[in-house]
């Protein structure tokens, strides 16, 4: 069982930064997959980024390549998520996820945080 924190949300005017931390609980972080999902308002949530064990591979959905970047340490069983170059289409409610598989593809994902809410401002 792994339980997932997100912190870090707020509100950002448009071209502004963010960074997301995610912490798991338990001793055994670094053998999932780490992602994150983000779901705005009427719409279905959808992948943002994922990062493999070790942190060596990374993978990003076309939307937000280039301006986010995806990162974990080990040591602290955090996963974080740098937002720049922030639009106002990248408001959502973020959350971060934990993946049993070893793929860093995978859209399968076995726990979920809360979400934190990221609002952009025009």
């Known amino acids: 069982q792994v339980q997932l924190v997100e912190s870090g949300g707020g509100l950002v005017q448009a071209g502004g930064s963010l960074r997301l931390p995610c912490t798991a609980s338990?001793?055994?972080?670094?053998?999932?997959?780490m992602g994150w999902f983000r779901q705005a308002p009427g719409k279905e949530r959808e992948f943002v980024a994922s990062?493999?064990?070790?942190?060596?591979?990374?993978y990003y959905a076309d939307s937000v390549k280039g301006r986010f970047t995806i990162s974990r340490d080990n040591a602290k069983n955090t996963v974080y998520l740098q937002m720049n170059s922030l639009k106002p289409e990248d408001t959502a409610v973020y959350y971060c996820?934990?993946?049993?598989?070893?793929?860093?593809?995978?859209?399968?994902?076995?726990?979920w945080g809360q979400g934190t809410q990221v609002t952009v401002s025009s």
């Open positions: 338990g001793r055994t972080f670094s053998s999932y997959v």
């Open positions: 996820a934990a993946s049993r598989s070893s793929y860093v593809r995978t859209r399968s994902f076995d726990y």
């Open positions: 990062i493999s064990w070790g942190g060596g591979s990374t």
